[in-house]
């Protein structure tokens, strides 16, 4: 079974169950986690028993910042706000509190620049996680950095270079084959990019993304994100590469304008269908 969920479930309200209720009645069977503080208890307490009576997977608790930016004050304050999205994962039992690597590009949240690629940035990006997950030390949740295009994770490769080098249970790999389609090569094998993603992380893997892209034919390469199932990556083998996982693995759909959604949601679930997969 895959555990579908994402952005886009019409609610208006901040009430933990109807959050949850609204994920059930949208199709979902997981979630990002509702905003919430740390210290607020009582609503850190509601949304675990929401989302448990709904029977839906609190998947990720968003950390985005960039943890490794080369400006002191930035840095700190940034790997601040991801230990404490971490304490909030481990409090409501999420899969992982998910954040991108960041870049050693000043002024920047993710850009490129060379260090992200060399020896210099995966020192950085190492320490950077064992910091963050030695400030909480998480025993039900992880800490995963995002996949992206110009720094690292960038391949599966490298995220299991990465796993092994920060060395603690507490780190694992999330999943976004879309990421990593950078050039035409991979864009026309995207089933042997996924196939080899399965291969290498599969039992680090605590949650993925789902999107698509599409290659056009402007210069220089241009590559576009469109919604799942409408583009180039290969969502037969993605779905059935996550639907052989041992335990669910929640598959989350991101990056769409609200009314794209259920399009996306539909997509996803036909094709698993089609496959004999339930989502």
């Known amino acids: 079974m895959i555990r579908l969920g994402g952005y886009g479930v019409p609610v208006d309200s901040e009430d933990p169950a109807e959050i949850a209720r609204a994920?059930?009645?949208?199709?979902?069977?997981?979630?990002?986690?509702?905003?919430?503080?740390?210290?607020?208890?009582?609503?850190?307490?509601?949304i675990v028993k929401a989302f448990a009576d709904e029977d839906i997977q609190i998947a990720e608790v968003a950390a985005w910042s960039n943890v490794s930016a080369?400006?002191?004050?930035?840095?700190?304050?940034?790997?601040?706000?991801?230990?404490?999205?971490?304490?909030?994962?481990?409090?409501?039992?999420a899969c992982c509190a998910v954040t991108y690597i960041g870049?050693?590009?000043?002024?920047?949240?993710?850009?490129?620049?060379?260090?992200?690629?060399?020896?210099?940035?995966?020192?950085v990006f190492v320490e950077t996680a064992r910091t963050i997950i030695?400030?909480?030390?998480?025993?039900?949740?992880?800490?995963?950095f995002e996949m992206m295009q110009w720094t690292l994770p960038d391949s599966p490769e490298n995220l299991v270079e990465l796993i092994a080098a920060i060395d603690r249970p507490a780190f694992a790999a999330h999943l976004d084959p879309t990421n990593l389609v950078v050039s035409p090569r991979l864009y026309y094998n995207t089933g042997e990019l996924i196939r080899r993603c399965f291969r290498l992380l599969g039992p680090h893997i605590v949650s993925a993304h789902a999107k698509d892209l599409t290659m056009g034919g402007e210069l220089s390469l241009h590559?576009?994100?469109?919604?799942?199932?409408?583009?180039?990556?290969?969502?037969?083998?993605?779905?059935?590469?996550?639907?052989?996982?041992?335990a669910p693995v929640p598959?989350?759909?991101?990056?769409?304008?609200?009314?794209?959604?259920?399009?996306?949601?539909?997509?996803?679930?036909?094709i698993g269908a089609g496959l004999g997969i339930d989502i």
């Open 23 to 46: 994920h059930t009645a949208f199709g979902y069977r997981a979630g990002y986690c509702p905003a919430v503080d740390l210290a607020d208890t009582d609503r850190l307490k509601a």
């Open 70 to 93: 080369p400006e002191p004050e930035k840095r700190r304050a940034n790997r601040a706000h991801a230990i404490d999205r971490l304490a909030v994962a481990e409090e409501v039992g």
């Open 103 to 123: 870049t050693l590009a000043e002024d920047s949240e993710y850009g490129p620049h060379p260090d992200n690629l060399a020896q210099a940035g995966f020192d």
């Open 134 to 144: 030695d400030a909480v030390k998480p025993k039900r949740t992880k800490l995963a």
């Open 223 to 246: 590559l576009s994100e469109v919604l799942p199932g409408t583009g180039g990556l290969d969502y037969a083998t993605y779905l059935s590469e996550l639907d052989k996982l041992d």
């Open 251 to 270: 598959l989350l759909l991101e990056h769409l304008e609200f009314e794209q959604y259920p399009e996306a949601r539909d997509n996803v679930k036909r």
